[in-house]
C-alpha cells in the first residue's frame, strides 16, 4: 500500500508541472505575436484661442402691434402660440362711431358735388362768379379727403398682421378699451431668428461685418455658424459693451428666448490633434497609446477643445508622433502591435 502511494507521489508532482509549462509556452507564443491596429500620426495645426460671449436668441422680425383709434376691442381671433399669415385679420376694434362718422362725410361728399356741379354750369352762363365757384370746388375737395380719412380710421379697426410668425403675447382681452398706441398684441417671425450678444469693447475689433462665428446653444443641442450682420456703432456707456447681432441658420429645436454663446477669435497659436477616439479616459486620467518600434506605449495627455472628430492634446505628445487611431481598450502598455494606416 505505501509502495503504491510512493510511486504515484512523483507523478502527482509532475502534473501541475507540465501544465504551467504550457501556459508560459502559450504566453510566450502570444507575446511573440503582434496585434494589428488602426494608426494615425498627430497633426500640427494653427488654431484661435477663443473667449465666449453669453448672449439670446432673438426673432429677426418682431412687432408689438396697436391700436391707431380708440374703441372698445370687439373680437380677438388669435392666442399666444397661434401661426398666423401676413394680413390675416387678428383683432377688431368696434367700429359703430367710425361708420356714423363715414356715413356723414359721404352725404357731406354728395351734396358737395351737386353743389360743385351746378356751380358750373351757372359759371359758363354768366350767372355765378369765379370766386363762387373756387368756393364750391373746395368745399368738393375738402368733402373727398374727409371720406378718404372716415374710411382709413375704419380700416384701422381691423388689426391685422404684418408678416408671417406666431403671436407671442397678448395684452387685451374683448371689452378692454383700445387707445391710440396702446399694445393689443406681440408676435415674431420664429423662421427667422438671430443671435444678439454683448461684446465687451476689447474684443470688438475682433468682430466684423459679414464674418462667420460659431454660436453654441445647449438647449436646442447644437453649434450653428451665425453670421454677424450689425454691429452697434458706439459702446453702452455702463457697461463698455457693443450690441452685436449674427443671423443664424433654421435648426429644429431652435427658439426664440434661448440663452447661448458665441466665440469670439482672440489670437492664433499652434496645437497638436488627434482623433477623439484615440484618447483613453480612466476618471480624470486620459491617455493615448503611442505606437514606437512595434510596441504600444501609454502616454498620459491633457485634451483641450474638440474639433469634430478631432480633439486638441495640450500636453503629453508632439507632432508627428503615431498613435492608435481607434480601439484603444483593447491595449496594455508594451504591447507588440503592428500598425495599419
Not at 77 to 100: C, F, H, M, N, Y
Not at 173 to 198: C, H, I, Q, W, Y
Not at 217 to 235: Q, Y
Not at 267 to 285: D, E, F, N
Request: with cysteine; glycine share 6%.
Amino acid at each position: 500500500m505505501n509502495s503504491r502511494l510512493f510511486l504515484l507521489l512523483p507523478i502527482a508532482l509532475l502534473i501541475p508541472l507540465v501544465s504551467g509549462c504550457e501556459k508560459k509556452l502559450e504566453a510566450s507564443h502570444a507575446a511573440s505575436s503582434s496585434v494589428k491596429i488602426a494608426v494615425v500620426e498627430a497633426v500640427s495645426r494653427s488654431l484661435w484661442d477663443e473667449e465666449d460671449v453669453v448672449g439670446n436668441v432673438e426673432a429677426a422680425q418682431r412687432a408689438v402691434l396697436s391700436a391707431k383709434v380708440a374703441g372698445v376691442v370687439d373680437a380677438l381671433q388669435v392666442a399666444p402660440g397661434s401661426k398666423v399669415r401676413q394680413g390675416e385679420t387678428l383683432a377688431t376694434i368696434d367700429a359703430r362711431e367710425i361708420r356714423a362718422r363715414l356715413d356723414s362725410v359721404l352725404a357731406a361728399q354728395d351734396q358737395a358735388q351737386k353743389d360743385f356741379g351746378r356751380m358750373e354750369r351757372l359759371l359758363k352762363s354768366g350767372s355765378a362768379t369765379r370766386q363762387e365757384f373756387d368756393a364750391a370746388n373746395t368745399r368738393q375737395l375738402t368733402a373727398d379727403a374727409a371720406v378718404v380719412e372716415a374710411r382709413a380710421m375704419l380700416q384701422y379697426t381691423t388689426i391685422t398682421a404684418p408678416f408671417d410668425g406666431v403671436i407671442t403675447r397678448k395684452l387685451v382681452e374683448v371689452g378692454d378699451l383700445a387707445t391710440p398706441g396702446k399694445p393689443l398684441l406681440e408676435m415674431e417671425n420664429s423662421a427667422l431668428l438671430r443671435f444678439e450678444a454683448e461684446v465687451p469693447e476689447a474684443l470688438i475689433e475682433r468682430v466684423t461685418m459679414g464674418v462667420t462665428l460659431p454660436v453654441q446653444v445647449d438647449a436646442a443641442g447644437a453649434t450653428l455658424e451665425g453670421k454677424v450682420s450689425e454691429i452697434a456703432p458706439s459702446a453702452s456707456v455702463g457697461s463698455r459693451t457693443f450690441l452685436v447681432k449674427l443671423d443664424l441658420p433654421a435648426a429644429e429645436k431652435l427658439r426664440a428666448g434661448q440663452f447661448g454663446r458665441v466665440r469670439v477669435p482672440v489670437q492664433k497659436r499652434p496645437a497638436v490633434l488627434v482623433p477623439a477616439s484615440s484618447v483613453a479616459r480612466r476618471g480624470q486620467i486620459e491617455s493615448v497609446f503611442v505606437v514606437s518600434d512595434g510596441m504600444a506605449r501609454l502616454r498620459v495627455v491633457k485634451t483641450g477643445r474638440s474639433f469634430g472628430e478631432q480633439v486638441e492634446i495640450l500636453s503629453g505628445l508632439s507632432p508627428d508622433e503615431i498613435v492608435a487611431a481607434r480601439d484603444v481598450h483593447l491595449l496594455t502598455d508594451g504591447m507588440k502591435v503592428e500598425g495599419v494606416k
